[in-house]
């Protein structure tokens, strides 16, 4: 298939693995490019810009394909080495990069000069059109199904999507709540040029994490996410575990006085805990509502090509076929 996302990225199907915080390793990343899709590293998930240098190098012993590596930048108080990240994405020749979080602005020239492609997440349209005013050159559209950080808004992607349609001009994908051939093919339809997923391809055989956190997506229904520190204005849809309750528990309890560090025991540093060890009920995971559409836990491989056979089975016959029955 062939689509403006296609082009800008050099690769052969509309599908990206957004940036995951301990899931995004070189593993995961190599095999989604390997399958034809846009595999992503997660910068910050390497404590240093040495790390993430050494993680792009083993991706490319383990791909020719083109991959790209995920910038998140964080409402922190001490920020990340940006600078010195960058420079281990330029150093290793990565070519692709995928923004998210706050507006990436001042690190886009070094970026771009460079000949970088960015994409920048975005969970509104105003945001996807100032990512397009800043010069990104596509957006991920990211709706209010998403694992991870959905925003503010709580649009889904039913009304998102086709509202970025009637705005932009630069190329966008889907992202939040996509699972397989129908994701798609609903995305193209609605003016996307391919699909992000996070969740989706934690479930996969290649994801370098526990296998107790593949079998709980696979385990979990579309009821099963929740919304956690909304009060903080730093919303993040996770699955709902013990320590998830225990959380919410507390945001009820303190309402409007709920600090930070009230729940630092169900969100900090929980990540190596879960994705590395299994320890299920370590804290607050992200996780998308899609969980509820994912049974299996192929390979990348096998799910990519499973998508594109099914998508064009669906295009050309169940879709074609309405028309000419009518
Ligand atoms: C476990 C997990 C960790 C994530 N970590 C990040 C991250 O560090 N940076 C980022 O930009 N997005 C992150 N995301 C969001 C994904 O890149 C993607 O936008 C999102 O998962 C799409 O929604 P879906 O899960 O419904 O496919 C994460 C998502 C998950 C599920």
């Known amino acids: 298939m062939k689509t403006r996302i296609t082009e800008l990225f050099g690769i052969e199907h509309p599908i990206i693995q957004g940036g995951m915080h301990y899931v995004g390793f070189a593993e995961l990343a190599s095999a989604v490019s390997n399958a034809g899709g846009l595999g992503i590293i997660t910068g910050l ?42 420079d281990a994405i330029l150093d290793g020749g990565v070519r692709i990069v995928e923004t998210a979080g706050r507006n990436p602005q001042e690190h886009l020239p070094r970026l771009q000069e460079a000949g970088v492609k960015i994409i920048h997440k975005c969970t509104s349209v105003r945001h996807s059109l100032k990512a397009q005013k800043i010069g990104c050159d596509a957006v991920s559209v990211d709706g209010f199904e998403c694992g991870g950080h959905p925003g503010e808004d709580d649009i889904p992607n039913m009304i998102l999507l086709p509202r970025a349609a009637e705005e932009l001009t630069i190329p966008f994908v889907s992202s939040g709540g996509m699972a397989d051939a129908r994701s798609l093919v609903a ?24 296998d107790n956190v593949k079998k709980a997506i696979v385990a979990a229904s579309e009821l099963d996410t929740r919304l956690v520190m909304r009060p903080l204005r730093n919303t993040e849809r996770v699955l709902n575990n013990a320590a998830v309750e225990r959380l919410l528990e507390k945001e009820q309890r303190l309402g409007k006085e709920l600090q930070f560090q009230d729940i630092l025991e169900e969100v900090a540093g929980v990540y190596p805990r879960i994705m590395l060890e299994g320890d299920m009920d370590a804290g607050a995971w992200s996780c998308g509502m899609v969980a509820g559409l994912i049974h299996d836990i192929p390979t990348c491989k ?25």
Do not use: W
């Not at 990519?304 to 669906?314: G, K, S």
């Open 302 to 326: 096998e799910l990519v090509d499973r998508i594109m056979n099914e998508a064009e089975t669906l295009i050309s016959q169940r879709l074609t076929g309405l028309l000419s029955a009518s």
């Open 45 to 86: 998930t390497q404590k240093t810009p040495q790390d993430l240098a050494k993680e792009i190098a083993r991706c490319k012993e383990m791909t020719d394909k083109p991959f790209g590596v995920n910038l998140t930048f964080l409402p922190t108080v001490t920020a990340p080495d940006y600078p010195g990240y960058i």
């Open 187 to 210: 995305s193209l339809a609605m003016g996307a040029e391919g699909m992000n997923m996070g969740t989706r391809f934690i479930a996969t055989k290649e994801a370098p994490v526990h």
